[in-house]
């Protein structure tokens, strides 16, 4: 049995996607502004375009892939590591906890390297990259939030 989950999951964010896409048209436009209300949410809504389609593609490749492997070898049914996919949202949920009492910058980097560490075999841990990656992603977010676009984010305890 192949299993479509990236493709069904792929095309149903492509449609919903271009449906709010459409619905960023009946944004009101502030004449203030240098950038529109609606261009973040166009540009979040193009890039998950675009990681749909490639979901897409990816995901006939190796049902493709696997119709021609099954011949000859027995099919391997991939497992769901249940235990990730729950530490993973419990971790979300103590980062949208945190956020207002931490701040966007300490709670993004806590959040991000802790990530990392579960999304990784502990063989393979690289924790001083991971905390690197943590502070550039966060500063790089704040600093396009806060600069370019004019958007406050949580500053927390350092307020």
């Given at each position: 049995m192949?299993r479509?989950?990236?493709v069904?999951?792929?095309?149903f964010f492509?449609?919903?996607?271009?449906?709010?896409f459409?619905?960023?048209?009946s944004?009101?436009?502030?004449d203030?502004a240098?950038i529109g209300?609606?261009?973040?949410?166009?540009?979040?809504?193009?890039?998950?375009?675009?990681?749909?389609?490639?979901l897409?593609v990816q995901?006939l490749r190796?049902?493709?892939?696997?119709?021609?492997n099954?011949t000859?070898?027995?099919?391997?049914e991939e497992?769901?590591n249940?235990?990730?996919?729950?530490?993973?949202?419990?971790?979300?949920i103590?980062y949208?906890a945190?956020?207002?009492?931490?701040g966007?910058?300490?709670s993004?980097?806590?959040?991000?390297?802790?990530?990392?560490?579960?999304?990784?075999?502990r063989?393979?841990?690289?924790?001083?990259?991971y905390?690197?990656i943590?502070?550039?992603?966060?500063g790089l977010i704040?600093?396009?939030?806060?600069?370019?676009?004019h958007?406050?984010?949580?500053t927390?305890?350092l307020?």
């Amino acid at each position: 049995m192949i299993r479509n989950g990236d493709v069904y999951s792929g095309i149903f964010f492509i449609a919903y996607a271009i449906v709010l896409f459409i619905a960023t048209f009946s944004i009101r436009q502030l004449d203030v502004a240098t950038i529109g209300s609606d261009f973040v949410p166009r540009l979040v809504l193009g890039g998950m375009f675009v990681l749909s389609a490639i979901l897409v593609v990816q995901g006939l490749r190796k049902r493709k892939a696997v119709e021609e492997n099954s011949t000859t070898e027995t099919k391997q049914e991939e497992k769901v590591n249940y235990k990730s996919v729950l530490s993973t949202i419990s971790l979300m949920i103590v980062y949208v906890a945190l956020i207002d009492l931490l701040g966007f910058l300490i709670s993004t980097v806590v959040y991000l390297v802790l990530q990392f560490i579960l999304l990784t075999d502990r063989s393979h841990w690289k924790i001083p990259m991971y905390v690197v990656i943590a502070i550039v992603t966060s500063g790089l977010i704040y600093y396009i939030f806060r600069m370019v676009l004019h958007v406050m984010l949580p500053t927390g305890i350092l307020g």
